[in-house]
């Protein structure tokens, strides 16, 4: 359940029971939450394709996104999905294609959010 603020802004209820699900990466971060917020209503957690371990490759991919979101203006949320594009796609593709098209096609959906939505 979702509940408003007088800002009007949505933020999880969690008065009533509830299932939490991580996917990938989500399943370290629902982990952390179930662990560190001791939220009593929580019944379960189920992970998908959850991320057990990090290789030296994968470390220098999270460290190097992490940089590069820190220091992306609020003003451009589209800079570290540029970046990230090439960790999703091959070198190979991305010199026949730009990162913006190969991420376009990636979604193949039309994104009618506007970019003052996409910083909120």
């Not at 998908?48 to 999270?62: C, E, M, Q, R, T």
């Not at 999905?81 to 091959?90: H, L, M, P, Q």
């Not at 593709?93 to 506007?114: D, G, K, Q």
Request: with cysteine.
């Amino acid at each position: 359940d979702y509940v408003g603020t007088s800002s009007g802004a949505l933020h999880f209820c969690t008065d009533n029971p509830f299932y939490l699900m991580g996917h990938g990466n989500g399943a370290a971060i629902a982990a952390y939450f179930a662990s560190h917020f001791l939220v009593p209503k929580l019944r379960g957690i189920l992970f998908v394709n959850g991320l057990s371990f990090v290789d030296p490759h994968y470390a220098s991919i999270l460290h190097d996104c992490r940089n590069v979101f820190e220091c992306s203006p609020a003003t451009r949320p589209d800079l570290p999905v540029y970046f990230y594009a090439r960790f999703i796609f091959s070198p190979q593709y991305l010199t026949r294609v730009s990162a913006p098209l190969a991420l376009n096609l990636y979604t193949a959906i039309h994104n009618p959010i506007s970019l003052s939505g996409r910083t909120n």
